[in-house]
C-alpha cells in the first residue's frame, strides 16, 4: 500500500472516529446540569455562534459534510446548558418558507455540507447531508436561494443510492 494512501484511509478512519466520539459526547449532555467548560471539554469549540434575542448564546456543533447531524446547544445566561437540540429534522426542514435569508437557514439547520452557485438558474443552493430511509440510501436536503432577492426560492431532498 502506497503511503500516501495509507494516511488517507487513517485519516478518514480518525475523522469518523472523533465524529462518533463527539455525538457520544452530546449524550452525556444535560440541560439545567452542564456548565459551558464541560460543553467545551467534551465538544470543542462551537462552529459558530448564534446570538438570541433573550440574551443567550446558542453554540452550532455541525457534523457536515459527512455526518448528519447539527446539534444546536443554547448556553443560559448562567452559563449552563438551557437546551440541546439536534435541528437537521423534518419538522426543521418542514420551517424553511419562501423569501427567508441566508442567516435565518444557518439558524434552523446549521452550517451546510456544501454551497454551489448556478448562474444559469440564478440560484444559490445550500445542501446539507441528512438521515435518509432507508438509511442506506444517501440522503440530501437542498434549500435554493435566489441569486436576485437572495431569499430562499424552494427546497428539495434529493437521493443517491449507496454502492
Known sequence: MKISTWLSTAAATISAALLAACDVAVQEIQPGV???AE???RMGE???LHANSDGTVTWEYSRQPSGVHCYMITMGNNQI???LEQVLNEANYARVRDGMTRD?????????GSKVVFDNLREDIWEWRIEGIPPTDETFFMVHFD????GVKKTSKR???KG
Open 104 to 112: 435565518e437557514v444557518r439558524r434552523l439547520l446549521g452550517a451546510p
Open 147 to 150: 441569486l436576485d432577492s437572495g
Open 46 to 48: 462551537p462552529g459558530f
Open 159 to 161: 437521493v443517491a443510492m
Open 81 to 83: 446548558v438551557a437546551k
Open 39 to 41: 460543553v467545551k471539554a
Open 34 to 36: 452542564t456548565t459551558a
